[in-house]
């Protein structure tokens, strides 16, 4: 009985369901009438956005091919396909190789900002710089061996680090009212190097365009609207990017100068005139050193070779190696022991080498890093070398007793400078008297002189209207100055306020 109720319910919920499910779709046909009477679903299909009409292809450019050149303006017969072939690489070769060649004065290579009467007073500024004495050789510790100076103060780097703080605290921005900065090049600066003269400070920087600046810093000359104005001159002494300079070790009146140009020049202060030292068309110039007799030049190139000039021979005569896959950005001589060369390359290696063995099994340590090595310098005392990378660290690295470097100090920093600065490398101040030290450009628009003994920041140089990163950066050998140059072709200097003797009325 129990389940015969059970099915006749069952049953009726059934027949509810059916019913109700009946009802729906009526009601949804119905709907469906009143809408088509209306015509909803045609206004609805009008308001929606049209169909976005797919992207034509850009058309690819087209190569512009490159300007020809007459045969009869080259000499060539029309004829001869060959001689024609070959005076068309000559001419592309010369065109890409284009630079300097001979000795050239001055005012055959002076800049259109620079005038003929200012071309006279940079002559004289030489002449006087040259007459007096080679401030090189005004004290002999500068080549003592390292056991012979008195670094006391170095271990506990207490006294010596106090004394370097407090010379870079008392240095300040040359600046005045209309200017905190001078233009010296017209085009990025790669490299910066002082004149050692303790009589007049003048400095140099080398820039993209091959153009070299000189910054007579504590000379102020008034324009014509009476506003004070530095003194500067500019010459082209190469054609392209200068990449590194540097005065002789021996003569001070001599500034060397590479470049991308295929040659290294240098200017003779004495004549007055811009001499080439080496030419060679196979190779890039990215840096180079000098021996200590001021007679032998080891450079580096961006096809990875490292070479060997001696300026007394004839000026394509040279000796190469293949030392690195990749470019070398830096070289270094060590000034006590003249055996030892350490280069950084951008196939991410610093490595140590013996001169005296090049060709064979030269090489004595590599490091590897994670990232490019942008620069490797031995230290005035010849104990230390310091390099900067990519890797965002500066490392210094002590030589000790077995003969070998080995990784004392990492300082983090930032060294990604992009694509429009010039890349930082930490330069040491040559003075090896004082406690070990080097400065680097800093993002931050300032630069930062830090302790080689502690890895510490010894002092930030800033100042409010400093506007741009000084990337490149040198020391004065003799005085207490820093100097540093800027991607626009700026120079700033940092030095310390003339003493006022004060006056005694009697």
């Known amino acids: 009985m129990s389940k015969m109720n059970k099915m006749s319910k069952l049953s009726n919920e059934n027949s509810f369901a059916n019913e109700y499910e009946r009802q729906r779709q009526e009601n949804i046909r119905r709907n469906e009438e009143i809408l088509q009477q209306l015509r909803i679903p045609e206004i609805v299909k009008s308001f929606r956005p049209a169909p976005k009409p797919k ?8 190569k512009k091919q490159p300007i020809r050149h007459s045969l009869r303006l080259r000499g060539v017969k029309p004829e001869a396909p060959e001689e024609k072939r070959k005076a068309e690489e000559e001419i592309v070769k010369e065109e890409k190789r284009a630079r300097l060649e001979g000795i050239l004065a001055l005012h055959a290579i002076r800049a259109n900002k620079t005038s003929v009467d200012d071309t006279n007073r940079f002559i004289g500024i030489l002449s006087d710089l040259s007459m007096a004495k080679d401030s090189r050789k005004d004290d002999v510790a500068d080549k003592a061996p390292t056991n012979e100076i008195n670094f006391d103060s170095v271990p506990g780097g207490k006294e010596g680090l106090s004394a370097v703080r407090w010379r870079c605290r ?9 200017w905190s900065s001078v233009k010296v090049t017209p085009d990025r600066i790669y490299c910066v190097s002082v004149h050692p003269s303790k009589d007049k400070i003048l400095v140099s920087a080398g820039d993209k365009q091959g153009s070299l600046g000189f910054w007579d810093i504590n000379e102020i000359n008034m324009n014509e609207y ?8 500019m010459f082209n002494a190469h054609t392209k990017t200068i990449t590194y300079s540097q005065y002789s070790p021996t003569d001070s009146n001599l500034l060397f100068t590479s470049s991308y140009d295929g040659s290294i020049r240098y200017l003779d202060l004495n004549q007055a005139k811009s001499i080439e030292a080496f030419v060679d068309n196979e190779y890039t110039y990215t840096h180079f050193d000098m021996d200590s007799t001021g ?6 190139t961006n096809e990875g070779t490292v070479g060997i000039k001696d300026i007394r021979q004839p000026i394509n005569v040279f000796t190469g190696y293949d030392l690195h896959d ?30 005296r063995k090049l060709g064979s099994d030269c090489k004595v340590q590599e490091f590897t890093f994670t990232k490019s090595v942008t ?19 500066i490392r210094v690295f002590y030589y000790n007793e077995e003969r070998k ?6 300082v983090p920093h930032n060294n990604q400078v992009g694509r429009w600065v010039t890349m930082f490398r930490a330069t040491w ?3 090896p008297n004082l406690h070990p030290h080097f400065v680097i450009g800093n993002m931050k628009r300032s630069a930062d002189v830090i302790s080689a003994v502690t890895g510490e920041l010894v002092w930030n140089m800033r100042d409010e209207k400093l506007s741009s990163i000084p990337a490149v950066n040198a020391f004065h050998p003799k005085l207490n100055v820093i100097v540093g140059g800027n991607a626009s072709g700026r120079m700033v200097a940092w030095q310390e306020k003339p003493k006022v003797t004060p006056t005694v009325l009697i």
């Open 405 to 410: 470097l080995k990784e004392r100090i990492q």
């Open 429 to 431: 101040n040559p003075n």
């Open 326 to 355: 990749r470019k070398v950005g830096c070289v270094s001589l060590n000034p006590i022991r003249p055996e030892l060369m350490v280069t950084a390359s951008l196939d991410r290696t610093m490595c140590l080498w013996d001169i």
């Open 55 to 62: 992207p034509k292809p850009r058309p690819k450019p087209e």
């Open 170 to 178: 008392s240095l300040n921005l040359k600046k005045t009212e209309d």
């Open 375 to 393: 620069s490797a310098y031995w230290s005035p005392t010849g104990d230390k070398v310091v390099s900067t990378s990519y890797d965002d660290l």
């Open 226 to 233: 009476g506003h004070e104005e530095c003194r500067t001159f």
């Open 295 to 300: 007679q032998i030049i080891y450079f580096s």
